[in-house]
Nanobody, 121 residues
Framework: VQLQACGGGLVQAGGSLRLSCVGS????????MGWFRQAPGKEREFVAS????????YYVDSVKGRFTISRDNAKNTVYLQMNSLKPEDTAVYYC???????????????WGQGTQVTVSS
């Protein structure tokens, strides 16, 4: 599976962005899809994930109620809707695919190239 993330940009605090991640291959719909982020000088961290059929979602506490992960398997696409953005959300955001539900970075098999999100105060 090859993944291509896009949708990042510069936004003011309180604003919104929607990230998209398009996958190649007919097996996209069988993968758990996740979003991670990495801020300068920090480790890459789990943000959200969604099961292959959309039935289960998980979020890091810091984004609960503000971010929503969704997917459209017919379009091989996973989304991350980010609302009420804060300066501390500034990071490079990565999409990733895993064979089972997990929040562990090393258990994701495929990664997109990352898209920069910058939130100004």
């Amino acid at each position: 599976v090859q993944l291509q993330a896009c949708g990042g940009g510069l936004v003011q605090a309180g604003g919104s962005l929607r990230l998209s991640c398009v996958g190649s291959g007919r097996t996209f719909s069988t993968y758990v899809m996740g979003w991670f982020r990495q801020a300068p000088g920090k480790e890459r961290e789990f943000v959200a994930s969604m099961s292959w059929n959309g039935a289960s979602t998980y979020y890091v506490d810091s984004v609960k109620g503000r971010f929503t992960i969704s997917r459209d398997n017919a379009k091989n696409t996973v989304y991350l809707q980010m609302n009420s953005l804060k300066p501390e959300d500034t990071a490079v955001y990565y999409c990733a695919a895993a064979r089972f539900t997990t929040k562990v970075l090393t258990e994701y098999d495929y990664w997109g190239q990352g898209t920069q999100v910058t939130v100004s105060s």
